[in-house]
C-alpha cells in the first residue's frame, strides 16, 4: 500500500534521509521511531509529496504520489503540529474537508463523537487546547474512511483516555484494511499498536522489525516471572539462563542466553514451582536508547 524505495533528500550538506527504505502493507501498521532530527517528517513529507526527494521513488496503492494526485482521496494524514484555520469551529473544519473530499456530511457527526469532540464541535479552532486541536486533526484524516493513513506525532497533547480510546480505533481500522504509518515518541502507542517497527537514525534506517524483535536485540530475552521462593534455584540450575535477578516482592528478572521460554515454563513447573505469571519484558523504552547509542 506504500512503498519507500531508497528514498534520499538533502539539504545543503546535510544528508536527512539516505537510502531510506520502508514497506507498508495492507493492513499493517508501521511505526518508524527516531530522535529529533533523524529524519522522519522528511520521509512523511516526501511520502504526501509535499516535497521532493533527490532520489528514489514513492509509491502509494500502486500510484506515484508526485504525478497522479487523485491517489490523495484515498489517504488521510495528521501532521504533527496541525496548522488549522482559527476562526472556524471543529465542525466547519470537518464540514469543509468533507465537502472537497467527496463525503457526506453525516460522517462529520459520526467523526466527532468518535473523537470526543461533539460537546466542542462549534466552538472556534483558536480556543481549543492542543488536545482538542490534535482530535479535530484525526477526525479529518479519517474522513472518507481512507485505505491508507499517515499520521506524525499524532498523540501531541492528548490525554491518556483518549489515547486509549484512540488505539482502540486504529486497531479496527487494521483489520478492516487500512495501511498506518505512524511516527511517535510515545512508545507505549508504538508498542500496543505496531506490527513492525522501523529505527531511523541521522537519515538511515538502522533497525526494521517487530517490537519483540527490538527488545530481543539490543536487551536480549529477558522473561519476568512471579512465583515462590523455590524458583531461584530452579533458574539458576538451568544452562540457558544467564542472569536471575529478584525486586523483592516475589518477581525474578530472567536472562536467556537463547529463546527457550517453553522449556522454562515447563522446567519450573515439572519441580513444582508455583507460578503466578510469566511473561516476557518488553521494555521498548530501554531498547530504544540502547538502539540509538550503538546506531
Known sequence: MIVINSLTKRYGRK???????LEIKKGEFVSVL?????GKTT????????????????EILGKDPFKDKSVFKNVGYVQELPNLPPF?????????????????KDE????????GMTEFANRQIAKYSKGMTQRIAIAEALLGEPQVLIMDEPNIGVDPIFSLHIREVFNKLKKNGTSILMTSHEMEDVKKLSDRVALVYKGRKVFEGTVEDLIKKFLGIVVVIEADGRAEEVLRALNFVKKVEKDGKGKYYVTLTEDKREELIKELIFQGVKVKSFYLDLDIERAYERAI???
Open 15 to 21: 544528508v536527512a534521509l539516505n537510502e531510506m527504505e
Open 34 to 38: 527516531g530522535p529529533n532530527g533523524a
Open 43 to 58: 520521509m512523511i513529507r516526501c511520502v504526501l509529496a509535499l516535497m521532493y526527494p533527490d532520489k528514489g521513488e514513492v
Open 88 to 104: 472556524l469551529t471543529g465542525r466547519q473544519v470537518l464540514v469543509l474537508s468533507a465537502k472537497m473530499k467527496g463525503v457526506k
Open 108 to 115: 462529520v457527526d459520526e467523526l466527532l463523537e468518535l473523537v
Open 293 to 295: 547509542s550503538n546506531a
